[in-house]
């Protein structure tokens, strides 16, 4: 019994696995399609095990046809049969993790629905037949696939999981093409992650949900365990400190997703010989293998395949890597297959040709027919506008705050303002904005009084001189003046022009009317 729940708790931290694929790719990828990523990591997991249920587990561990698929165990009932139920609930999170390695790989630009049609495609077909080559015999009574059967070993993974997953998601890079702005003729430009803090949770609780990844593979708590669970931590150790070292030598500083990546790269190496190298070989292992995935991730670049969270560079390349180090670093006795390490080496160099031509060959295959019927990838405008609204109308308190911005700049109407979510980064930066345009309105409503003023000073002045009327009751400047800036000052110096001017009509007209008296005095004393 404790065998069972051993595994049982092994299941549990494989699962939680998709947590950390979750937060990682979250993390690395623009806010404004971080929701898509996440549900794209719950959906494939639904899809994953009831197809697993379903066929998946019959075409992996039924009866061989003659080492190439399983014939039996379909829609299994395992409620009578505590061992296998708990055997297939290990392995069918083994096919989730699979699947959800090309979620990173295709992020922020391929439809949920064609992300959907990949995973039924690598859970249903894909994972099981080549999981059906390799570990058909894991399952007592089994008579093995045939390239198990050759001296093939992946003890945990590397490239029945991992490299599967890798493959298939370079696959459909192949077909989808790089992001909006990725690349340009010679150049590469980064796209800085939306949240690296999230990044980093990922990868730890990856961390800890490969305990039960690497440890659960015994299928039994045995005298194996804790040597693999240590092989396991130091193994991420070794990645993690040689990524370190290599992004420090090439830029100065250590980048963030490269020190996540490297230890994930150990932990994908160490996957496939973890019960059968030594503990300082263990370190090795991983810190090879996190060179490799930074390689691997190199070369991406320079081809300019867009790879949003290097999956395939640490999945693929260390995941190759790892089925390699079996029979580089393994001692043969543990490895159990009876051949020479020379031997042993071509077999593996063998079967990670195969994971690399029956997964990405049957992947690019039957999504390039996909492709053709119904695009996989987005629109411009959609990769655009992000994922998060395109594909699930889900908005953020980001989406409100640049969608009002972006309305107020078409529409110049400053009286629009952004909705605040109180206690949120967001609702601050939104309290502040609309704080400004309010003091942008006031001010707007305020030149537009000021040019009001200016035009009713102008017609006015206009109507007097075209009249030659200066009479300062009827220039109603009275309010201009009554301002206390330049524009009231030039109003009051105009009404007092204006009552100059009329004092001066006063005094003139006066005069006149004296000088036509005296004349009329004049004339009449002659």
Same mark, same amino acid.
């Given at each position: 019994?404790?065998?069972?729940?051993?595994?049982?708790?092994?299941?549990?931290?494989?699962?939680?696995?998709?947590?950390?694929?979750?937060?990682?790719?979250?993390?690395?990828?623009?806010?404004?399609?971080?929701?898509?990523?996440?549900?794209?990591?719950?959906?494939?997991?639904?899809?994953?095990?009831?197809?697993?249920?379903?066929?998946?587990? @019959?075409?992996?561990?039924?009866?061989?046809?003659?080492?190439?698929?399983?014939?039996?165990?379909?829609?299994?009932?395992?409620?009578?049969?505590?061992?296998?139920?708990?055997?297939?609930?290990? #392995?069918?999170?083994?096919?989730?993790?699979?699947?959800?390695?090309?979620?990173?790989?295709?992020?922020?630009?391929?439809?949920? *629905?064609?992300?959907?049609?990949?995973?039924?495609?690598?859970?249903?077909?894909?994972?099981?037949? *080549?999981?059906?080559?390799?570990?058909?015999?894991?399952?007592?009574?089994?008579? %093995?696939?045939?390239?198990?059967?050759? %001296?093939?070993?992946?003890?945990?993974?590397?490239?029945?999981?991992?490299?599967?997953?890798?493959?298939?998601?370079?696959?459909?890079?192949?077909?989808? +093409?790089?992001?909006?702005?990725?690349?340009?003729?010679?150049?590469?430009?980064?796209? #800085?992650?939306?949240?690296?803090?999230?990044?980093?949770?990922?990868?730890?609780?990856?961390?800890?949900?490969?305990?039960?990844?690497?440890?659960?593979?015994?299928?039994?708590?045995?005298? $194996?365990?804790?040597?693999?669970?240590?092989?396991?931590?130091?193994?991420?150790?070794?990645?993690?400190?040689?990524?370190?070292?290599?992004?420090?030598? #090439?830029?100065?500083?250590?980048?963030?997703?490269?020190?996540?990546?490297?230890?994930?790269?150990?932990?994908?190496?160490?996957?496939?010989?973890?019960?059968?190298?030594?503990?300082?070989?263990?370190?090795?292992?991983?810190?090879? +293998?996190? @060179?490799?995935?930074?390689?691997?991730?190199?070369?991406?670049?320079?081809?300019?395949?867009?790879?949003?969270?290097?999956?395939?560079?640490?999945?693929?390349?260390?995941?190759?890597?790892?089925?390699?180090?079996? @029979? /580089?670093?393994? $001692?043969?006795?543990?490895?159990?297959?009876?051949?020479?390490?020379?031997?042993?080496?071509?077999?593996?160099?063998?079967?990670? +040709?195969?994971?690399?031509?029956?997964?990405?060959?049957?992947?690019?295959?039957?999504?390039?027919?996909?492709?053709?019927?119904?695009?996989?990838?987005?629109?411009? =405008? =959609?990769?655009?506008?992000?994922?998060?609204?395109?594909?699930?109308?889900?908005?953020?308190?980001?989406?409100? /705050?640049?969608?009002?911005?972006?309305?107020?700049?078409?529409?110049?109407?400053?009286?629009?303002?952004?909705?605040? =979510?109180?206690?949120?980064?967001?609702?601050?930066?939104?309290?502040?904005?609309?704080?400004?345009?309010?003091?942008?309105?006031?001010? $707007?409503? @305020?030149?537009?009084?000021?040019?009001?003023?200016?035009?009713?000073?102008?017609?006015?002045?206009?109507?007097?001189?075209?009249?030659?009327?200066?009479?300062?009751?009827?220039? +109603?400047?009275? =309010?201009?003046?009554?301002?206390?800036?330049? /524009?009231?000052?030039?109003?009051?110096?105009?009404?007092?022009?204006?009552?100059?001017?009329?004092?001066?009509?006063?005094?003139?007209?006066?005069?006149?009317?004296?000088?036509?008296?005296?004349?009329? $005095?004049?004339?009449?004393?002659?």
């Amino acid at each position: 019994m404790i065998d069972i729940l051993w595994m049982l708790l092994c299941s549990g931290l494989v699962f939680l696995m998709q947590a950390g694929f979750m937060c990682l790719e979250s993390g690395m990828t623009r806010s404004k399609n971080s929701i898509n990523v996440a549900v794209k990591n719950l959906a494939d997991f639904g899809v994953s095990v009831s197809l697993f249920w379903a066929f998946g587990y @019959a075409l992996m561990f039924g009866a061989s046809a003659g080492g190439w698929f399983g014939t039996s165990g379909w829609f299994p009932s395992l409620n009578d049969d505590p061992k296998l139920a708990v055997f297939f609930l290990f #392995q069918a999170m083994f096919c989730g993790t699979a699947t959800t390695i090309v979620s990173g790989a295709t992020a922020e630009r391929l439809r949920f *629905f064609g992300y959907l049609a990949i995973a039924a495609l690598v859970s249903g077909v894909i994972y099981p037949l *080549f999981g059906h080559w390799v570990w058909n015999d894991i399952l007592p009574g089994n008579s %093995g696939g045939w390239l198990g059967n050759l %001296g093939f070993i992946d003890f945990a993974g590397s490239t029945v999981v991992h490299a599967v997953g890798a493959w298939s998601g370079l696959a459909a890079i192949a077909i989808i +093409g790089p992001r909006k702005g990725r690349f340009s003729p010679g150049n590469s430009h980064r796209i #800085q992650g939306a949240n690296m803090p999230f990044s980093v949770l990922g990868a730890l609780l990856l961390w800890f949900g490969w305990i039960g990844f690497n440890g659960g593979s015994t299928l039994a708590l045995n005298n $194996q365990v804790p040597g693999i669970v240590v092989n396991t931590v130091l193994a991420g150790v070794g990645g993690m400190m040689m990524a370190a070292v290599l992004s420090g030598a #090439q830029h100065r500083t250590i980048h963030v997703e490269e020190l996540i990546n490297g230890s994930l790269a150990g932990l994908v190496a160490i996957t496939a010989c973890c019960n059968a190298v030594t503990t300082p070989l263990a370190g090795i292992v991983g810190a090879t +293998g996190a @060179a490799i995935a930074l390689l691997v991730s190199r070369l991406l670049v320079r081809r300019q395949i867009d790879d949003a969270v290097d999956a395939f560079a640490v999945h693929g390349g260390a995941g190759m890597w790892g089925a390699l180090c079996v @029979a /580089l670093f393994g $001692q043969l006795d543990l490895i159990g297959t009876g051949l020479s390490r020379g031997t042993q080496v071509l077999i593996q160099l063998f079967g990670v +040709g195969v994971v690399a031509v029956w997964t990405f060959g049957v992947a690019w295959g039957i999504l390039t027919v996909i492709n053709r019927v119904s695009p996989l990838r987005i629109s411009p =405008e =959609e990769e655009e506008m992000g994922l998060n609204i395109s594909e699930h109308r889900a908005k953020t308190e980001t989406y409100d /705050l640049f969608e009002v911005m972006d309305r107020q700049a078409s529409t110049n109407d400053l009286s629009l303002r952004v909705p605040v =979510e109180p206690f949120t980064e967001i609702g601050h930066i939104a309290v502040r904005y609309n704080q400004v345009m309010d003091a942008f309105e006031r001010r $707007q409503r @305020a030149s537009a009084e000021d040019l009001e003023h200016i035009y009713y000073v102008t017609a006015a002045l206009a109507a007097a001189i075209e009249n030659n009327s200066f009479q300062a009751d009827n220039l +109603g400047l009275e =309010e201009v003046a009554d301002r206390s800036d330049e /524009l009231g000052a030039l109003a009051r110096v105009i009404l007092n022009l204006v009552e100059i001017v009329q004092k001066r009509d006063r005094e003139l007209a006066a005069l006149k009317g004296d000088c036509t008296t005296l004349s009329s $005095q004049r004339s009449t004393e002659i």
